[in-house]
């Protein structure tokens, strides 16, 4: 729509530069989203599915939500619904789940 209307009020060239920028935002909003919903299951734990684009741009909510997460509790994480997952992030959920894994070894070894 707002091509159009500066195609109606402006000319050509102009219409399409406002239609390229449109299109440029857009794209950047599109790869830009990462949702992240969190499924409790009680006794069987935590489900943290992630969808649409993890990107380092979107990286501190990522980080948000999983230390938002209980410690004490086991948590699964679903990756399947990522359409992008770059290397920021990738390594970012890698250093959180060998961080976790090592808490709860240590946290049973010292009941035990």
Known sequence: MGTLGVLVLGNVFEGVLVGLALAVAKTAWDTSHVRVETEDRGEAGIVLRVLGHATFLRLPKLLDELEALPRD??????LGGLRHLDHA?????????????????ASSNSTS
């Open 73 to 78: 509790r086991e948590v699964r994480l679903e």
């Open 89 to 105: 992030c990738t390594a970012a959920l890698e250093g959180w789940a060998a961080a976790r894994v090592q808490a709860l070894t």
